[in-house]
Protein backbone atom coordinates (compact mmCIF):
# COMPACT_ATOMS: atom_id res chain seq x y z
CA UNK A 1 0.00 0.00 0.00
CA UNK A 2 0.94 3.34 -0.22
CA UNK A 3 2.21 5.16 2.75
CA UNK A 4 -0.71 8.03 4.37
CA UNK A 5 -1.39 10.39 7.44
CA UNK A 6 -4.36 11.86 8.79
CA UNK A 7 -4.24 14.98 7.40
CA UNK A 8 -4.03 16.59 10.96
CA UNK A 9 -0.81 14.43 11.59
CA UNK A 10 0.88 16.50 8.77
CA UNK A 11 3.54 18.40 10.29
CA UNK A 12 1.95 22.38 10.78
CA UNK A 13 3.85 25.83 9.16
CA UNK A 14 4.45 28.43 11.40
CA UNK A 15 4.70 29.85 7.62
CA UNK A 16 2.65 29.07 5.30
CA UNK A 17 4.26 30.23 2.21
CA UNK A 18 8.37 29.87 2.24
CA UNK A 19 10.61 31.48 0.04
CA UNK A 20 13.76 30.56 -1.39
CA UNK A 21 14.13 34.35 -2.31
CA UNK A 22 11.74 36.33 -1.29
CA UNK A 23 8.40 37.36 -3.17
CA UNK A 24 10.32 35.86 -6.33
CA UNK A 25 10.56 31.74 -5.89
CA UNK A 26 9.23 29.52 -3.58
CA UNK A 27 11.14 27.37 -1.26
CA UNK A 28 11.64 23.86 -2.84
CA UNK A 29 9.48 24.97 -5.93
CA UNK A 30 10.18 24.36 -9.43
CA UNK A 31 9.49 26.39 -12.49
CA UNK A 32 10.59 28.64 -15.25
CA UNK A 33 11.72 31.94 -16.55
CA UNK A 34 10.19 32.31 -19.48
CA UNK A 35 10.74 35.22 -22.08
CA UNK A 36 11.34 36.33 -25.63
CA UNK A 37 14.91 35.98 -26.84
CA UNK A 38 17.56 38.84 -25.95
CA UNK A 39 15.58 39.19 -22.97
CA UNK A 40 18.34 38.75 -19.93
CA UNK A 41 16.42 35.41 -18.90
CA UNK A 42 19.99 34.09 -18.34
CA UNK A 43 20.71 37.32 -16.58
CA UNK A 44 17.61 36.70 -14.27
CA UNK A 45 18.84 33.02 -13.70
CA UNK A 46 22.44 33.50 -12.70
CA UNK A 47 21.28 36.56 -10.39
CA UNK A 48 19.06 33.94 -8.69
CA UNK A 49 21.61 31.61 -8.54
CA UNK A 50 23.75 34.03 -6.54
CA UNK A 51 21.75 35.43 -4.58
CA UNK A 52 20.83 31.84 -3.10
CA UNK A 53 24.36 31.04 -2.85
CA UNK A 54 25.80 34.06 -1.06
CA UNK A 55 22.57 35.15 0.47
CA UNK A 56 22.85 38.90 -0.62
CA UNK A 57 19.57 40.50 -2.48
CA UNK A 58 18.71 39.44 -5.36
CA UNK A 59 18.61 42.81 -7.93
CA UNK A 60 19.16 44.80 -5.29
CA UNK A 61 16.28 43.97 -3.88
CA UNK A 62 14.76 40.36 -2.87
CA UNK A 63 15.96 39.07 0.03
CA UNK A 64 17.17 35.87 0.54
CA UNK A 65 15.51 34.39 3.84
CA UNK A 66 18.82 31.64 4.15
CA UNK A 67 21.72 31.25 1.86
CA UNK A 68 22.81 27.65 0.22
CA UNK A 69 24.80 26.59 -2.34
CA UNK A 70 23.85 26.98 -5.99
CA UNK A 71 24.42 24.36 -9.02
CA UNK A 72 24.17 25.56 -12.39
CA UNK A 73 24.61 24.77 -16.21
CA UNK A 74 24.12 26.86 -18.71
CA UNK A 75 23.96 24.51 -22.35
CA UNK A 76 24.44 27.85 -24.03
CA UNK A 77 27.31 29.76 -23.10
CA UNK A 78 30.55 28.84 -22.69
CA UNK A 79 32.15 28.76 -19.57
CA UNK A 80 34.74 31.30 -19.26
CA UNK A 81 31.25 33.44 -20.36
CA UNK A 82 29.47 32.60 -17.48
CA UNK A 83 32.53 32.98 -15.20
CA UNK A 84 32.28 36.74 -16.54
CA UNK A 85 28.71 37.07 -15.96
CA UNK A 86 28.91 35.99 -12.38
CA UNK A 87 32.38 38.06 -11.77
CA UNK A 88 30.93 41.09 -12.54
CA UNK A 89 28.00 40.56 -10.28
CA UNK A 90 30.06 39.02 -7.47
CA UNK A 91 31.89 42.92 -8.03
CA UNK A 92 29.29 44.71 -8.33
CA UNK A 93 28.22 43.28 -4.43
CA UNK A 94 31.57 43.57 -3.36
CA UNK A 95 32.27 39.77 -2.79
CA UNK A 96 35.23 37.39 -3.51
CA UNK A 97 34.11 34.89 -6.10
CA UNK A 98 36.79 32.14 -4.63
CA UNK A 99 34.20 32.54 -1.40
CA UNK A 100 30.89 31.82 -4.07
CA UNK A 101 29.07 28.37 -3.15
CA UNK A 102 28.07 27.97 -7.01
CA UNK A 103 28.88 25.13 -8.76
CA UNK A 104 29.16 25.00 -12.69
CA UNK A 105 28.22 21.64 -14.77
CA UNK A 106 30.76 21.25 -17.25
CA UNK A 107 29.75 18.56 -19.09
CA UNK A 108 29.16 19.36 -22.84
CA UNK A 109 25.59 18.11 -23.26
CA UNK A 110 23.09 17.00 -21.07
CA UNK A 111 19.88 15.31 -22.19
CA UNK A 112 17.41 14.68 -19.35
CA UNK A 113 15.28 12.77 -21.42
CA UNK A 114 17.28 9.53 -20.83
CA UNK A 115 19.57 7.66 -18.58
CA UNK A 116 22.39 8.03 -17.78
CA UNK A 117 21.61 11.75 -17.57
CA UNK A 118 19.11 11.37 -15.05
CA UNK A 119 20.84 9.76 -12.76
CA UNK A 120 24.53 11.64 -13.20
CA UNK A 121 22.17 14.77 -12.42
CA UNK A 122 20.18 13.70 -9.22
CA UNK A 123 24.04 11.47 -8.14
CA UNK A 124 25.61 15.91 -8.62
CA UNK A 125 23.07 17.29 -6.32
CA UNK A 126 22.97 14.49 -3.68
CA UNK A 127 26.82 15.48 -3.42
CA UNK A 128 26.14 18.99 -3.34
CA UNK A 129 22.86 19.44 -1.49
CA UNK A 130 22.51 22.77 -3.26
CA UNK A 131 19.37 24.83 -2.44
CA UNK A 132 18.67 25.69 -6.24
CA UNK A 133 19.19 24.02 -9.57
CA UNK A 134 19.42 26.20 -12.37
CA UNK A 135 19.34 24.61 -16.36
CA UNK A 136 19.35 27.12 -19.28
CA UNK A 137 17.62 26.82 -21.97
CA UNK A 138 15.15 23.63 -21.63
CA UNK A 139 15.01 23.31 -24.95
CA UNK A 140 18.34 22.49 -24.76
CA UNK A 141 18.02 19.80 -22.24
CA UNK A 142 15.64 17.28 -24.31
CA UNK A 143 15.12 15.67 -27.29
CA UNK A 144 11.27 15.41 -26.85
CA UNK A 145 8.78 17.08 -28.96
CA UNK A 146 7.65 20.00 -26.50
CA UNK A 147 4.02 19.67 -28.44
CA UNK A 148 3.42 16.43 -27.38
CA UNK A 149 1.89 16.53 -23.66
CA UNK A 150 2.59 13.27 -22.47
CA UNK A 151 6.23 13.11 -23.35
CA UNK A 152 6.55 16.45 -21.65
CA UNK A 153 4.99 15.41 -18.44
CA UNK A 154 7.13 12.42 -18.55
CA UNK A 155 10.37 15.37 -18.30
CA UNK A 156 8.51 17.47 -15.82
CA UNK A 157 8.19 14.43 -13.44
CA UNK A 158 11.81 13.95 -13.21
CA UNK A 159 12.19 17.69 -12.34
CA UNK A 160 9.71 17.27 -9.59
CA UNK A 161 11.33 13.72 -8.19
CA UNK A 162 14.29 15.80 -8.65
CA UNK A 163 12.71 18.33 -6.03
CA UNK A 164 10.89 16.25 -4.07
CA UNK A 165 13.90 13.91 -3.28
CA UNK A 166 16.40 16.49 -2.97
CA UNK A 167 14.31 19.09 -1.13
CA UNK A 168 15.67 21.40 -3.72
CA UNK A 169 14.45 24.04 -6.27
CA UNK A 170 14.83 24.11 -9.80
CA UNK A 171 14.71 26.69 -12.48
CA UNK A 172 14.54 26.32 -15.59
CA UNK A 173 14.70 28.70 -18.45
CA UNK A 174 12.56 28.60 -21.62
CA UNK A 175 11.13 30.82 -24.12
CA UNK A 176 7.93 32.27 -25.39
CA UNK A 177 6.44 31.80 -28.50
CA UNK A 178 6.78 34.72 -31.19
CA UNK A 179 4.26 36.92 -31.05
CA UNK A 180 2.80 35.47 -27.00
CA UNK A 181 0.73 37.54 -25.72
CA UNK A 182 1.66 39.27 -22.11
CA UNK A 183 -0.60 40.56 -18.95
CA UNK A 184 -1.91 38.08 -16.28
CA UNK A 185 -1.54 35.21 -18.88
CA UNK A 186 1.88 35.60 -20.14
CA UNK A 187 2.85 32.05 -18.76
CA UNK A 188 0.60 30.63 -21.12
CA UNK A 189 2.74 32.35 -24.16
CA UNK A 190 5.61 30.02 -23.31
CA UNK A 191 6.35 27.39 -26.61
CA UNK A 192 5.34 24.10 -26.20
CA UNK A 193 2.43 22.29 -24.21
CA UNK A 194 0.70 24.06 -22.36
CA UNK A 195 1.56 21.79 -19.18
CA UNK A 196 5.26 23.72 -19.01
CA UNK A 197 3.34 26.54 -17.47
CA UNK A 198 0.72 24.86 -15.30
CA UNK A 199 3.84 22.38 -13.66
CA UNK A 200 5.37 25.79 -11.73
CA UNK A 201 5.09 26.16 -8.49
CA UNK A 202 6.83 29.57 -8.94
CA UNK A 203 7.15 30.91 -12.06
CA UNK A 204 8.88 34.44 -13.48
CA UNK A 205 7.97 36.32 -16.85
CA UNK A 206 10.56 38.61 -18.89
CA UNK A 207 9.42 40.91 -21.33
CA UNK A 208 9.96 44.40 -23.78
CA UNK A 209 7.46 46.82 -23.20
CA UNK A 210 8.28 50.25 -25.15
CA UNK A 211 12.31 49.79 -24.61
CA UNK A 212 11.83 48.61 -21.00
CA UNK A 213 11.84 45.46 -19.60
CA UNK A 214 8.92 44.21 -17.34
CA UNK A 215 9.14 41.43 -14.64
CA UNK A 216 6.21 39.53 -13.61
CA UNK A 217 5.64 36.68 -11.39
CA UNK A 218 3.41 34.05 -10.01
CA UNK A 219 2.89 31.22 -7.78
CA UNK A 220 0.61 28.41 -6.73
CA UNK A 221 0.56 28.81 -2.98
CA UNK A 222 1.05 32.62 -2.59
CA UNK A 223 0.19 36.20 -3.94
CA UNK A 224 2.24 37.25 -7.51
CA UNK A 225 4.44 40.57 -5.95
CA UNK A 226 3.86 43.60 -8.07
CA UNK A 227 5.55 44.01 -11.54
CA UNK A 228 9.05 45.68 -11.23
CA UNK A 229 10.90 47.46 -14.66
CA UNK A 230 14.70 46.15 -14.91
CA UNK A 231 17.47 47.26 -16.31
CA UNK A 232 20.96 45.44 -17.78
CA UNK A 233 23.34 48.18 -15.92
CA UNK A 234 26.69 47.88 -17.97
CA UNK A 235 28.11 51.45 -17.84
CA UNK A 236 30.89 49.78 -16.04
CA UNK A 237 31.93 46.21 -17.77
CA UNK A 238 33.35 44.67 -14.87
CA UNK A 239 30.46 45.06 -12.97
CA UNK A 240 27.26 44.31 -15.08
CA UNK A 241 24.08 43.62 -13.32
CA UNK A 242 20.36 43.70 -13.67
CA UNK A 243 18.63 45.79 -11.17
CA UNK A 244 14.85 47.07 -10.48
CA UNK A 245 15.09 50.53 -11.79
CA UNK A 246 11.02 51.21 -11.26
CA UNK A 247 7.99 49.52 -8.97
CA UNK A 248 4.36 49.82 -10.97
CA UNK A 249 1.58 50.59 -9.08
CA UNK A 250 -1.09 48.49 -9.75
CA UNK A 251 -4.08 49.79 -8.81
CA UNK A 252 -6.76 47.92 -6.25
CA UNK A 253 -9.83 46.24 -8.09
CA UNK A 254 -12.73 47.01 -6.64
CA UNK A 255 -14.89 44.28 -5.25
CA UNK A 256 -17.35 43.00 -7.55
CA UNK A 257 -20.39 44.76 -6.55
CA UNK A 258 -18.92 47.97 -7.12
CA UNK A 259 -17.87 47.26 -10.43
Known sequence: PLPVVRVAEIPREDRPTRWLVDQLWGDSSVGLIGGAPKCSK??????????VATGTACLGKYVVPRAGPALVYLAEDALP???ERV?????????DLADVPMHVITAPALRLDRDPHRGRLLETAKRLRPRLVLLDPLVRLHGIDENNAGEVAG??????TL????DLSVILVHHTRKNAAGG???GQGLRGSSDLHAFGDSN????RTRERLLLSSEHRAAAASPPVYLELVATAPRTTHLEVVAEIDVPKRDGLRDQ
Open 42 to 51: TWLGLDLALS
Open 81 to 83: VLR
Open 87 to 95: AGMARHRGL
Open 155 to 160: LLAYFR
Open 163 to 166: QRQL
Open 184 to 186: AAA
Open 204 to 207: LDLR
